[in-house]
């Protein structure tokens, strides 16, 4: 399966792109955090307070994942 | 509801008065402006850069004011957010509730804040004398967050 991941912000310059192309099967959202983390250039998603989105959409990281879907991760929100 | 996401600054006066003029049975407009400072964290703030998740922020503020309306009795809502580069004494956000009664404005004003904080898909970057470096999520937020559950 093809996932879409976006990294924002901290994340973003951590990795150095803001968008990734991930093929394989995953059943939840912390399944691709986990395949990324292994490789140390993505060690910034090891960040315990790090969120994640589904769809747009804040979720936690036993969301379920699909063909097609869009998860971006991120560093703690400081809007406002 | 009205969720806006700009570049441009805006006026928070004229947002105060457009969030009656245009219903008599609006008693009570509670607002929130929120500004950037020329200090943070022991370090002097020369700007900063606002960064956002296109598409999810929007999403994001609107699932937060449908909340309020469903807890309190609003008569209008309007959430206003800037992106972008900003300069110190720039306005960067803009909430406000109108209701018939201010009790109502006043807790959906600060429940929006509240949740804003901690929900919508903002990041600052501050410029400072040693360089840019993104602002930290505070604890406190979540803690302010959590009185709405």
């Given at each position: 399966?093809?996932?879409?991941?976006?990294?924002?912000?901290?994340?973003?310059?951590?990795?150095?792109?803001?968008?990734?192309?991930?093929?394989?099967?995953?059943?939840?959202?912390?399944?691709?955090?986990l395949?990324?983390?292994?490789d140390?250039?993505?060690?910034?998603?090891?960040?315990?307070?790090?969120?994640?989105?589904?769809?747009?959409?804040?979720?936690?990281l036993?969301?379920?994942?699909?063909?097609?879907?869009?998860?971006?991760?991120?560093?703690?929100?400081?809007?406002g | 509801?009205?969720?806006?996401?700009?570049?441009?600054?805006?006026?928070?006066?004229?947002?105060?008065?457009?969030?009656?003029?245009?219903?008599?049975?609006?008693?009570?407009?509670?607002?929130?402006?929120?500004?950037?400072?020329?200090?943070?964290?022991?370090?002097?703030?020369?700007?900063?850069?606002?960064?956002?998740?296109?598409?999810?922020?929007?999403?994001?503020?609107?699932?937060?004011?449908?909340?309020?309306?469903?807890?309190?009795?609003?008569?209008?809502?309007?959430?206003?957010?800037?992106?972008?580069?900003?300069?110190?004494?720039?306005?960067?956000?803009?909430?406000?509730a109108a209701?018939?009664?201010?009790?109502?404005?006043?807790?959906?004003?600060?429940?929006?804040?509240?949740?804003?904080?901690?929900r919508?898909?903002?990041?600052?970057?501050?410029?400072?004398?040693?360089?840019?470096?993104?602002?930290?999520?505070?604890?406190?937020?979540?803690?302010?967050?959590?009185?709405?559950?």
């Amino acid at each position: 399966m093809s996932i879409n991941v976006l990294f924002f912000a901290r994340y973003a310059e951590a990795v150095g792109f803001d968008s990734l192309e991930v093929e394989g099967e995953f059943a939840t959202v912390d399944a691709v955090r986990l395949a990324l983390a292994a490789d140390p250039e993505f060690a910034v998603l090891n960040e315990a307070s790090l969120m994640c989105a589904r769809n747009e959409e804040l979720c936690n990281l036993d969301e379920p994942v699909e063909v097609g879907d869009e998860i971006a991760f991120f560093p703690p929100v400081t809007g406002g | 509801m009205a969720i806006r996401v700009q570049v441009e600054a805006f006026d928070p006066g004229a947002e105060v008065n457009a969030m009656h003029a245009a219903n008599v049975g609006v008693g009570a407009v509670v607002s929130f402006v929120g500004y950037v400072r020329d200090f943070n964290d022991g370090r002097d703030v020369s700007g900063m850069f606002l960064e956002h998740y296109p598409g999810m922020t929007e999403k994001a503020l609107a699932k937060i004011a449908a909340e309020a309306e469903q807890r309190w009795p609003l008569l209008k809502l309007e959430v206003l957010h800037r992106i972008g580069a900003l300069e110190p004494g720039e306005p960067i956000v803009f909430v406000a509730a109108a209701s018939a009664h201010r009790q109502a404005a006043f807790d959906a004003c600060a429940f929006v804040m509240d949740y804003l904080k901690t929900r919508a898909p903002f990041w600052k970057k501050e410029n400072t004398p040693e360089g840019a470096r993104w602002v930290e999520g505070r604890a406190s937020d979540h803690s302010a967050a959590d009185r709405w559950k």
